[in-house]
Each structure stands twice: as C-alpha cells, then as structure tokens.
C-alpha cells in the first residue's frame, strides 16, 4: 500500500498491480484518464454542435481569458466562465444528443494506457470526479469506462428544458473529496485514488493508496479497443479534436471553404462523365481508382448492379466518374434539390421491398445501376449488415470498395442538415475517394444462376469489399445507428431532412 507522505503521491508508474487486488477507484477525468488536461476541445464541441458558429467562435475568442483566469485567478472562476459561454441558452436536449453521439470518439481517442490499465483493474466498482458537467461526460464515462460519474452539475430554468449557463457548484478540490466521502457512505474508502493536479490532493488523500499522473502529452494511447465499447457510429462535423488551433482553423477557413466547395460543385457539373476526374485534380480533390472496371452494356444488354459500401452521399456520383460514364443511382427519399444539382439520374426507393425490387430490375434492363446496401454511411472501419434485396435482382454483380478522405469536415450527419452534406465534404481542403472495383461475381456465386440465398450473396459480397478495405464485417444496420446517434428509427429524420445519409 503506497500513502501520501508530506503531501505528495508517488507516479502512477509506481503502482504494482500485483501487489495485492484492488477493488474500488476514484479518479479524475481530464490529464488522468485522458492524456489532455485540457477540457476546452469538448466544450468547444457543444457549443458547436448544439449551440451555433457564432457561439463557437466567442468560446474561441474568450480561449486567452479564459487561461489567466485559470491561472491567475482559480480553476472554478475558469470553469465558471467556460460553461456560462457554452451553456447558456442551450436546450438540454440538443447538449444530451451531442455528449451521445459527438463527445465519446474524441474522450475515447484520448485515453492514457497507463491509467486505464490501473482504472479497469479495479473491477468492482469505478468512480470518475471530474470538473466538466456531468451532462458532458456522462455517455462516455459510463459507456466506455464502465463507471459512475461524478461531475459539475448544471442549473436549469424552471421548465428544465434549457440551461441558464450558471453552475450549481464546480467540483474542484474540497468538493471532490465532499463527493468521494459521499458516494463511499460505508466508510470504506477507494482502494485507488488517481489525480493529475493539486485540487485533486483532496479526494486523493482520503483513498487507501494514491497517484499522481505527470503531464505527458506523448503517452501512450489506450487502443480502441481495449475500453469497453467502440464508437461505430458517431456524428458532428469536425473530423479533429478541436484543439484551440484546429477550432481556429475549422471556424476561420469554413466560409473560404463554402466558397471553395461551391466551384468544385458547379465547375464540374457541366463536364462529361469521362473528363470530370481530370477536372477533379484540377480542383484538388483526389480521385484514385484501382481495379478494372466493368465494360458499359452493349445495346438491348442489361446492365450491371455496381454494390459499394457507403462512406458519404457522394459514392454513386463517385463511381460514376470513376467509370467514366453516366449510371443510375438508387437511395432513400432523395431531395429536389441533391435531385437538380446530381450530374446522375437519383431514384428514390420507397422502402417497399417488391416496389423497389420491380424499380431496380427496370433499372437495371436500361444500364448500370449503383446501389449502396448498407442503407447508411458509416464513418468507421466497419460495414453494416448489407440488405440481401440487390441480390435476387440479377446475376450482374460487381462490388465496388470505395473510402472518403476527409480532413477537416465530415460529409456526412445523423442529426444536422443533410442536403449539405456533399458540400462538408468538398469544403475540405485536400478531399479525395479510393474507388477500387473489384472482380465481378461469377454466375454460380449469384442468385439467378447460381441459386444461392440472398442473405449468402450479400453476406459474400460484405466480406469482399471488408477485406479490400481493411474493414471489419457487421450486422448493424441503419436502425441502429439512428437510434444511437438520433434516438430515432432513421426514416423520420431521412423524410424531414430529405437526404438520406
């Protein structure tokens, strides 16, 4: 058992977690947990995603102040003020959503292997006591560190429905311990305590043993899989932690970026399908294409079911300038606008399977037809379960692997404004997309000739493009992601934002 003597604790390099087991730990969050001490990047994100630009960039303005008056004035003056500018105003919900679906890739990326390994250790029961709101942290916390949490407690107006930006108390220092005392009501303390500053010496020194976690901006990463859980799905715009410098970046260089987005769109609209990946590097977006891809159908000729996996709502466009011809794409609920401005006919299915079969088929008896099975973009290395319906369409199948290169923005959202998706994506400042087309299925391995299940075909065309890629197979589907990220089934939101994802 290691004690604090003269009001130190030992390195967290100094714990032997074979010395005797341990059961219970109280740790904080942010520069022990997490390799940043910094906790400025998750609230720039809620201000962000469920406040405004606007919002985002006074945070951003406010950064310099808000340092002297961490470090001249208090750490509770600091936080006072950072929750005021990111909170004030907000609806509970929208914070809810975003600390659901946007917060825990970037806390999860963010893990120190060290102190996980000595948090996960301790397996009956962990506690994080953390300054940020508890309304912030809670999903990833509980999610993907298996553990209760403990945070800064927001007040609300009367309604509850929105916050008034005022804090009920901030849990730094003595509260900490207030917190720890409370929570471990029987007497018997932590086992563990696990702190990074001096207001964390407080909850620390009540623990059986404690350690401190020395600033290490370069630490070793827990990987990702190895928490408890894993962030398949996720939302928000930002690709990057938005350190001060890449909030800086992200917020200054999106109108320019609009602006940008605009000409790649409208310059290459007018060009003929076979000329467009040329005029695609003019503009800086990086098209490379591998493979052989499919022969145009002869005249009178069926043509072929070109089956991608779906990183963005750009894929069929993609495809059809890698082939260098014109093919049809089919989705969900397509607007009039993506409808106008697609340089490829869009069919909107309409979610019956025999209408969408007969749709399909006629289709495909006019020429290629491009067909994302997932149903949904998923930005992760991970397929989703692919619909088995393009399978008993034709014996024509041609697997396509494509992957999105995206820097700064997402070209993709479960919750925001779908028809600018696309733009998002070209708003980056080097965007590109690998198309690789792969061997075409041969007749036994198909449905119509071979005789093969659907599900088979499909599942069979899953675990190609997962291996050209890299990917790991699933059987999530789109109900799923919408759930998780958007509380909802996907075919409401699809509906009311008109651009499937």
């Given at each position: ?55 985002a ?39 809810e ?26 397996a ?13 942290v ?82 070793a ?28 970046f ?16 409208f310059l ?38 070109l ?12 495809v059809?300038?890698a ?28 979610r019956?399977r ?22 949904t ?15 008993e ?18 070209g ?90």
């Open positions: 058992m290691v004690k604090a003597a003269a009001g130190k604790f030992p390195p967290v390099s100094a714990y032997d977690g074979s010395a005797s087991a341990r059961r219970t730990v109280a740790a904080d969050l942010d520069g022990t947990l997490l390799v940043s001490s910094s906790a400025f990047p998750y609230y720039f994100l809620v201000a962000l995603e469920a406040g405004s630009y606007l919002r960039l006074v945070l951003l303005l406010t950064a310099p102040l808000l340092l002297v008056l961490y470090v001249g004035v208090s750490e509770a003056a600091a936080i006072g003020l950072l929750v005021f500018i990111t909170f004030a105003g907000l609806r509970v919900r929208d914070v959503a975003v600390s659901r679906a946007v917060l825990p890739r970037h806390y999860a990326a963010g893990v120190r292997a060290d102190t996980w390994a000595v948090f996960r250790g301790c009956e029961r962990r506690v994080v006591i953390t300054a940020s709101p508890a309304v912030m809670g999903e990833f916390v509980r999610e993907f560190l298996g553990a209760e949490v403990a945070g800064t407690e927001l007040e609300t107006f009367p309604s509850g429905k929105r916050f008034t930006g005022r804090i009920k108390a901030v849990l730094v220092g003595k509260k900490k311990r207030e917190v720890v005392e409370r929570l471990f009501a029987g007497g018997d303390m932590p086992d563990v305590g696990l702190g990074d500053r001096e207001s964390d010496h407080d909850f620390m020194a009540i623990c059986k043993e404690a350690y401190m976690v020395p600033k290490n901006r370069r630490a990463r827990a990987a990702a899989d190895g928490l408890l859980s894993r962030a398949i799905f996720h939302d928000g715009r930002l690709v990057r932690r938005p350190d001060p410098a890449h909030a800086l992200a917020l200054a260089y999106l109108p320019v970026g609009f602006v940008i987005a605009l000409l790649r769109v290459n609209l007018p060009v003929p399908a076979r000329f467009v990946r040329h005029t695609y590097r003019l503009t800086g977006i990086r098209l490379a294409i591998r493979g052989t891809p499919p022969p145009a159908p002869r005249p009178g000729a069926p043509g072929s079911l089956v991608c996996n779906h990183r963005t709502a750009l894929d069929p466009i993609i059809s300038i082939l260098g011809r014109s093919v049809t794409c089919v989705t969900y609920s397509v607007s009039r606008l993506s409808t106008a401005i697609s340089p490829i006919p869009a069919v909107a299915l309409s019956d025999a209408a969408d079969a007969a749709r399909i088929a006629a289709l495909l008896e006019k020429g290629d037809v491009v067909v994302c099975p997932e149903g973009t998923c930005r992760e290395p991970f397929l989703l379960r692919f619909s088995a319906l393009f399978a369409l034709t014996e024509r199948i041609v697997p396509v692997a494509v992957e999105a290169r995206q820097g700064t923005y997402y993709s959202t479960a919750r925001g404004w779908k028809f600018l998706d696309p733009y998002f994506f070209y708003m980056n400042p080097r965007p590109g997309y690998e198309v690789t087309f792969l061997p075409a299925l041969r007749p036994e391995e198909t449905c119509v000739a071979g005789g093969r299940s659907a599900v088979d075909v499909a599942n069979h065309v899953q675990r190609v493009i997962a291996k050209e890629l890299g990917f790991q197979g699933t059987a999530l589907t789109r109900k799923d992601k919408y759930m998780k990220l958007a509380g909802n089934d996907g075919i409401v939101a699809a509906a009311a934002k008109a651009k499937p994802n």
